[in-house]
């Protein structure tokens, strides 16, 4: 299992020293993906079980899009799952501090629609199939409201 929510406090890894990135720098889409992103990656077996909170959320915000974000957060948990070269750290849903895995996850989303991009920075997480990924990132770019 390469997914696992960092419990020690410190965002940058293992080696990496703790840092506090201000929740205010995000925008409301992505603190509701990164919320989402970090419950599912909870949920066992992984990608294979539904969070009702992340349903709702999903739901109400996004209407008929909400079900097409689900599957894709659950894809892309999976996917980084499967594809991981390293463990991967997400925190728990709640915590305010981002890790670096979850800064190039959300860098990458930005950069969905070039996969050449994408690739690089998912590189550190995924090698050279995190370009694979690509996909999922651009059908979630695609299904969230403009701006």
């Keep these: 299992m390469f ?6 406090g410190a965002s940058g890894g293992p ?20 919320w989402c992103l970090r419950r599912l990656a909870a949920l066992r077996p992984l990608g294979q079980a539904r969070d009702a909170h992340v349903h709702l959320l999903l ?3 996004y209407g ?10 659950r894809c892309l948990v999976v996917g ?18 981002l ?6 996850l959300l860098r990458a989303l930005t950069d969905a629609r070039h996969p050449a991009r994408v690739a690089a920075v ?15 990132l651009a059908g979630i770019a695609a299904l969230l409201p403009p701006g």
């Design 3 to 8: 997914l696992h929510h960092d419990d020690t």
């Design 15 to 34: 080696a990496g020293p703790p840092r506090r990135d201000d929740p205010a720098r995000l925008t409301p889409v992505q603190r509701d993906l990164l």
């Design 59 to 61: 739901q109400r915000r």
């Design 64 to 73: 008929p899009s909400g079900m097409g974000l689900e599957h894709l957060l």
């Design 80 to 97: 980084l799952g499967r594809r991981a070269t390293r463990p991967v750290l997400l925190h728990r849903p709640c915590r305010a501090a």
């Design 99 to 104: 890790t670096d895995d979850e800064q190039r």
């Design 122 to 136: 998912l590189g550190p997480m995924a090698g050279s199939r995190g370009g694979e990924l690509a996909p999922i």
